[in-house]
């Protein structure tokens, strides 16, 4: 049988936080923020149209800011450690941008191993979003491989039903009922999503 691939979401998943959420903060946005994304959670809003909300409203805040913003976020040790040890066959697929997350993708180990949004930056600002990642077009990528995909929001349902192991993962907010619903498997335990993946090996 092939190894598996393992694809994570990156926002309370791979995080102890959700990162557009954190950045707003630093700039009094936290109820906006809020709304947008509770409003997306809930499937009321695509996450395409939310996600081009969601960074206009962060649109003014330098690039830097927010990478130094970013490097601030806690992690999930655990889920980090298994990541960096299986480099080779781990990938993370976000919504979020490029210009914003490739340094820590950069320190995960996970240069080349990430699908994200792309947008074009000038003068520390951005200018404009090029490209908002489709999680299910990226996993037709992964097609002749089998996968397991972790995650725990809406945008992560499509990806966690295409694999041959979806798996849910509460470790920081509630699972969203899409992925519920489609997942092989849940859990809200850190230590026991990783003690399966290791098992998976």
Known sequence: MSEYVFLFDLDATITKAEILPEIAVKIN?????????????AGEIPFDH????RVKLLSEIPVSTVRKIIAG???NEKLV???RENRERCY???GNLDIWIEELMSELG?????FCSRATVKDDKIVSVDYVVDKGEVVAEFKDRPFVAVGDG??????IAAAEIGIGFGGVRDIA????KCATHATYSEDRLCQFLRQLL
């Open 177 to 180: 009922p899409a992925v519920l």
């Open 73 to 75: 976020v806690p992690l």
């Open 29 to 41: 946005k936290e109820q906006q923020m809020r709304e947008l994304t509770e409003k997306t959670m």
């Open 92 to 94: 993370v697929v976000t």
């Open 154 to 159: 809406n945008n992560d349902a499509q990806m």
């Open 50 to 53: 939310s996600f081009l909300e």
């Open 110 to 114: 996970m240069d080349g191993h990430y």
């Open 81 to 83: 450690e298994f990541i």
